[in-house]
């Protein structure tokens, strides 16, 4: 069946190129893949650093795991399967943004390494960064407005994330943010002079420096 479904269909290359819509929109795109435990600061942390790049002039996406359930993955559950299939139609979506030249930023548990690093590989060498949201399960529960951990412990909830489910931690993420401690505005910092270092950035500052905006 899968055959069938796969028969007599042909990649298509457009004119217009990731190279030139990067070069149009003054910055590289790639892929800022947070993960971490629920309550982790994941959230919180991409669209902050969104609001940042945005306000530097960049093009930008973030991809929520609790809006992308709402729509394109709302015929999957929890189970392993349908967590990793979850992951690689994500992964999907990311790449046809970074193809536009567009920066994507994922919220997602993303609790298996294995998952993770099929993105990785579907990125391609280079554009796929990792961001472990480093964070305590105690602190992560007290940060928990919707109750789910309370709910999982009373076994109301299955296959739950750090309690009735395990989470593998990244082994080489490129960042480690501590989200424990840490205020909002240092992590932003931290990962912005990360992509500094990496180039990424100074081009996009010269363009907002010349347009004449104010960070």
Not at 42 to 61: D, I, P, V, W, Y
Not at 65 to 73: A, E
Not at 97 to 108: D, K, Q
Not at 165 to 194: F, H
Request: with cysteine.
């Amino acid at each position: 069946m899968e055959n069938n479904r796969s028969r007599n269909i042909t990649w298509h290359h457009a004119t217009v190129t990731r190279e030139r819509r990067e070069k149009q929109n003054g910055h590289k795109s790639f892929i800022l893949w947070f993960t971490g435990l629920s309550g982790s600061g994941k959230s919180t942390l991409a669209h902050a650093l969104e609001e940042q790049l945005h306000q530097m002039g960049c093009r930008t996406f973030v991809c929520d795991g609790d809006n992308v359930r709402h729509g394109l993955n709302k015929d999957l559950g929890f189970s392993h399967e349908d967590r990793r299939e979850n992951i690689r139609r994500i992964g999907e979506m990311c790449k046809l943004f970074m193809e536009a030249g567009v920066i994507s930023l994922t919220a997602f548990i993303s609790p298996f390494r294995e998952d993770r690093n099929m993105v990785r590989r579907l990125a391609g060498e280079g554009n796929f960064i990792e961001v472990f949201c480093d964070c305590s399960l105690g602190t992560c529960e007290t940060r928990d407005v919707k109750g789910l951990y309370a709910k999982a412990r009373r076994g109301e909830i299955k296959d739950f994330t750090g309690i009735s489910s395990p989470y593998e931690k990244p082994e080489n993420p490129e960042l480690v943010v501590g989200t424990d401690n840490a205020m909002v505005e240092e992590c932003v910092d931290m990962i912005i002079e990360y992509l500094r270092q990496r180039e990424i950035i100074d081009c996009m500052a010269d363009r907002v420096r010349t347009s004449g905006n104010i960070l």
